[in-house]
């Protein structure tokens, strides 16, 4: 009977990682006499790490990972031993801590290795999403040729797996142009691009994508313009609109325009013109009420050129109704019914003395004024209607 080795009590409460069994890649042995990674080499790796945000691309992670390990060769070492070694640097964060939790193990080749990763960091969702981003792409109307396929291929790069067959996706790249590009493609196709088959489809594609770029400011290059640069006809259409918005504000009347005062009344909704204290009680305006309407200014006392009626007037000295004279030299008693002396008295005539005519009030002449300068108005008015109208 041979003794078996024992352990004490504190080494089981231990794990044995001599051999390095916490690991989940489990490492090749390598049969080469001299073998080691350089440092230098190790962190040429670890500058492009892969974080496994949302953001980050699996595909393109593990092709830029295997051009750097194919720089490396060594006699006796094969390509897996040097790539389940590298791999783990080429992590951090979220992605370094997938490729822990995975077991002890786990991957002891590099395929098993690369699958698990493209499972974990690409997954169904998101290859949903870029299978919905190439079966829908659309240029943009900012983006030229060169940069829409471009942007094309750079999706076919991140879901390798779409399953969407090479003639589709040339029709759907073509059916995404816009009007202007798929003119030109078909120009350069001898009339249709469609008549083409996919191997001539696709090398014609990137022919002319090549020339767009090396023609930036060709006829094929769409203008990038900034939020301030407008083209000719969407200013003329602008401007258009708003003319027409205009005119139609102003055939819709004065709704959206504050209303005037009348002058006479003193409320809103109408003009002196069309006062109805004018209309119905001609005869009771007052003739401070039409001198209020002829001119917003007071007038001056006695003013010679005013061409109404004007109160001052009444208290102009030469034009008194006052007898002055007889104020500052009082009457003397006389006989009235004696003549005075040296007065002849004629006979009476027998004609009948010529009746003075009656003089119109300043109220009349200030309302016929008024009525006459309401006429014209509104003929004005109607004659500026009729060339709106026309």
């Known amino acids: 009977m041979v003794d078996q080795p024992t352990k004490s009590l504190l080494e089981y409460g231990i794990p044995d990682t001599t051999s390095g069994i916490l690991s989940s890649i489990v490492r090749p042995p390598v049969t080469a006499q001299h073998f080691e990674l350089k440092p230098q080499f190790i962190q040429f790796i670890s500058n492009d790490s892969f974080a496994g945000t949302p953001h980050d691309c699996p595909v393109s992670h593990i092709d830029s990972f295997l051009e750097k390990c194919d720089t490396m060769k060594m006699n006796g070492?094969?390509?897996?031993?040097?790539?389940?070694r590298l791999f783990p640097f080429s992590l951090r964060d979220r992605a370094k801590e997938w490729l822990r939790d995975e077991g002890t193990g786990s991957f002891d080749t590099w395929d098993k290795l690369v699958k698990a990763f493209l499972v974990?960091?690409?997954?169904?969702?998101?290859?949903?999403?870029?299978?919905?981003?190439?079966?829908?792409f659309r240029q943009s109307d900012d983006e030229s040729l060169y940069e829409a396929w471009r942007r094309f291929k750079r999706l076919q790069r991140q879901c390798p797996h779409h399953g969407i067959p090479e003639w589709l996706l040339i029709q759907t790249f073509y059916n995404g142009l816009t009007h202007e590009f798929r003119i030109y493609i078909d120009a350069a196709s001898g009339g249709s691009f469609l008549t083409k088959n996919p191997t001539e489809a696709k090398d014609l594609i990137e022919k002319m994508a090549a020339n767009d770029n090396y023609h930036p400011g060709g006829r094929q290059n769409v203008k990038k313009g900034g939020k301030l640069d407008v083209d000719a006809l969407t200013m003329l259409t602008s401007s258009v609109q708003a003319l027409t918005s205009r005119f139609d504000k102003f055939q819709a009347g004065t709704s959206n325009t504050p209303q005037e005062l009348c002058q006479l009344c003193h409320v809103q909704g109408h003009v002196a013109p069309d006062c109805p204290q004018i209309l119905q009680n001609t005869e009771e305006m007052s003739i401070e009420q039409a001198n209020a309407f002829?001119?917003?200014?007071?007038?001056?006392?006695?003013?010679p050129y005013s061409n109404?009626?004007?109160?001052?007037?009444?208290h102009h000295p030469n034009f008194s109704y006052k007898n002055t004279q007889a104020q500052q030299n009082p009457p003397q008693p006389n006989n009235y019914n004696q003549p005075p002396p040296g007065f002849q008295q004629?006979?009476?005539?027998?004609?009948?003395?010529?009746?003075?005519?009656p003089q119109k009030s300043s109220l009349e002449v200030t309302l016929e004024s008024f009525i006459t300068a309401t006429n014209s108005a509104i003929q004005h008015q109607n004659s500026s209607i009729q060339q709106l109208q026309a």
Do not use: C
């Open 77 to 84: 070492v094969t390509d897996d031993a040097i790539r389940l």
């Open 120 to 136: 974990k960091f690409l997954g169904h969702e998101k290859t949903a999403r870029l299978r919905n981003e190439l079966s829908t």
């Open 294 to 303: 002829y001119s917003s200014n007071p007038k001056r006392p006695y003013d």
């Open 308 to 314: 109404t009626y004007n109160e001052g007037w009444k």
């Open 346 to 357: 004629r006979p009476p005539s027998t004609q009948q003395p010529m009746q003075p005519q």
